[in-house]
């Protein structure tokens, strides 16, 4: 995955700043993703640096200029490293040609709100978000609500059937802790036909892109209960129709391995007393994390059927290329200014 810049966050909720880029690097920090003053500049850097956070808990943008003539926005795109809370900011990944960059500050990807603390939830808070999306069941909504985020209006679309069996979505200790060697197939199954079929005739997607090229202005942050399934599946779609490569998709969408690092581990401890390791390692990332081989079978769905990706979105989402570009337009910003 290649990209211009990258952006970690810090202990201290700074910022650390790479890049392969030639030569020198101006850097300005702001408290917005677009616009920044001369007066908020830090000192210009060659392959990295660790960049304050002077907003302190506010989350901070830094605009970078390189000698080589390219302009870009950074920020850490994990909102929150606890290894649970998978909420991250979809801004910064460069399309294949190189020439732009997806937004920051406009498109968020998340578990659940409901399991934020009080700290976290005031980070959401100050994110002016407009959208909330949420793709969880209604029984799952029911059990654990949305908390009230100002000034954003909560829409439930179903990217997986009303009728889905409760038992593969809203799992609980109890349902883990009674797998055995000889039961873990029929989950197996069930995830990879769950892959095997998202992406097709999804009435929910679909809503979801006529949502986006709606003109309700963003921010919109989107989520299920694990932000991993439901929503990984919606991101990777969005970052696919706005021209990012494969393999900068599937980045994104294996991030969540370290996003729910923590929750991860904590099963596969649980699971380990009950199963082999190897199935304990592949249901623990299958369920709590994610696997490459799902990614796989989300992809080779989509270009199995459709060798050209735009006959995809124009069949399965409605998106005609008019509406391609005019996400393109919304979402992205070019490196040349």
């Known amino acids: 995955m290649k990209e211009h810049y990258t952006a970690t966050l810090c202990a201290d909720g700074g910022c650390r700043i ?4 030639p030569g020198s690097n101006r850097i300005y920090w702001s408290k917005a993703a ?12 060659e392959g990295e640096t660790v960049a304050a ?3 302190g808990k506010k989350r901070c943008y830094y605009h970078l200029f ?4 390219g302009y870009s926005v950074v920020a850490p795109r994990l909102l929150f490293d606890d290894g649970r809370t998978n909420a991250r900011d979809l801004g910064g990944y460069d399309t294949a040609d190189g020439a732009h960059f997806v937004k920051y500050g406009v498109l968020y990807r998340s ?3 409901a399991a934020l603390d009080g700290e976290q939830l005031a980070v959401i808070q100050k994110l002016g978000l407009n959208t909330i999306v949420d793709f969880r069941q209604p029984y799952e909504i029911a059990a654990r609500p949305d908390p009230g985020i100002r000034g954003a209006a909560h829409l439930n679309l179903l990217p997986l059937a009303a009728d889905t069996d409760a038992k593969h979505v809203a799992i609980t200790q109890e349902y883990i802790r009674s797998l055995r060697d000889d039961t873990v197939q029929e989950g197996y199954d069930y995830l990879e036909n769950l892959y095997k079929t998202i992406a097709l005739n999804n009435a929910g997607y679909r809503q979801f892109f006529r949502l986006l090229l709606d003109e309700n202005p963003p921010p919109l942050l989107f ?4 932000g991993k399934d439901r929503t990984g599946i919606a991101a990777a779609l969005i970052l696919l129709a706005l021209g990012v490569p494969r393999e900068t998709v599937e980045a994104d969408y294996m991030a969540t391995l370290y996003a729910r690092r923590r929750t991860v581990e904590k099963y596969r401890a649980i699971l380990n007393e009950t199963l082999s390791p190897e199935n304990a390692e592949r249901v623990s990332t299958g369920i709590y994390g994610v696997q490459q081989q799902s990614f796989a079978y989300f ?3 989509i270009e199995e059927r459709y060798p050209v990706l735009q006959d995809y979105f124009s069949a399965e989402l409605g998106l005609d ?5 005019k996400l393109r337009g919304r979402f992205l910003l070019p490196h040349k200014m």
């Open 223 to 226: 989520h299920c209960v694990a």
């Open 299 to 301: 992809m080779d769905s």
């Open 66 to 69: 390189s000698d080589a003539g």
């Open 53 to 55: 956070n002077p907003l």
């Open 34 to 45: 677009y616009g920044f003053t001369d007066d908020n500049e830090f000192p210009a850097f």
């Open 111 to 113: 578990s659940e709100l």
């Open 321 to 325: 290329e008019n509406d391609t570009e």
């Open 18 to 21: 790479t890049t392969g880029l």
